[in-house]
């Protein structure tokens, strides 16, 4: 079936600008993951969601940073004012939600702050 | 905290020659270990974990408590083995991977 899909690929946008990157899990995945790949930090955790359970924030940089799912299913990244730093690629990966369950990764969306 | 450390950013080797990409974690409790494999422009995938104790692409991972590492073996490289390579630690209820910072293999002809 298909897997994890992530609009848009790229996205260039001015500093102090919005974006917002959005994420469609595999069907039926319960569990969704934010991860941020910057050339500096490596692979980050920013969020995650399972089920209708509150989500963990503990991965986001800062309070510009912020996430929705809707219906369990797509979830959606926003970064406000956006920042040079901010530039970098951000997965979405999604699992079943059962214990030890894999992580399926999305292709990525690349930002780029100028 | 959970960390992982790959020590080498970059490894080449010649095809058909052994390849090893080292990995140590820190984790206060019992972790899961992972490698994923991220191919030129393609996304991360999966390539093996260590309840499965099994061999993908020919490569193999043992997870040595003592040593608190987990290092990646295939006797025999080839060249569409190149990649960057991913250690990752899943320790928490949420399952979260924390990753290494990768190590690019290339495999020389």
């Known amino acids: 079936g298909a897997g994890v899909s992530q609009s848009p690929s790229n996205k260039v946008t001015e500093k102090g600008k919005d974006v917002e990157l959005r994420c469609d899990p595999i069907?039926?995945?319960?569990?969704l993951y934010w991860y941020r790949q910057s050339l500096g930090q490596g692979l980050e955790f920013l969020i995650y969601f399972q089920g209708n359970s509150a989500p963990d924030k503990s991965g986001l940089p800062s309070d510009r940073f912020s996430a929705e799912r809707t219906g369990g299913s797509v979830s959606t990244l926003t970064i406000q004012r956006t920042q040079q730093e901010d530039s970098a690629v951000y997965l979405c990966?999604?699992?079943?939600?059962?214990?030890?369950?894999?992580?399926?990764f999305g292709p990525g969306t690349r930002l780029t702050v100028l | 905290a959970q960390r992982v450390t790959q020590p080498e950013k970059l490894l080449s080797v010649f095809k058909g020659a052994p390849v090893e990409l080292k990995c140590n974690y820190s984790y206060s409790g019992s972790p899961e270990l992972f490698w994923y494999v991220q191919y030129s422009r393609q996304r991360l995938q999966l390539l093996l974990r260590?309840?499965s104790r099994e061999s993908i692409k020919g490569f193999t991972a043992d997870l040595n408590k003592g040593e608190t590492s987990f290092h990646l073996k295939k006797p025999f490289a080839q060249e569409e083995d190149s990649a960057m390579y991913y250690c990752?630690?899943?320790?928490?209820?949420?399952?979260?991977?924390?990753f290494g910072k990768g190590t690019l293999l290339t495999v020389n002809p």
């Open positions: 990752a630690l899943s320790g928490g209820s949420n399952y979260k991977l924390t």
């Open positions: 990966a999604s699992s079943s939600g059962l214990v030890r369950s894999t992580q399926y």
């Open positions: 260590h309840i």
């Open positions: 069907s039926g995945h319960t569990a």
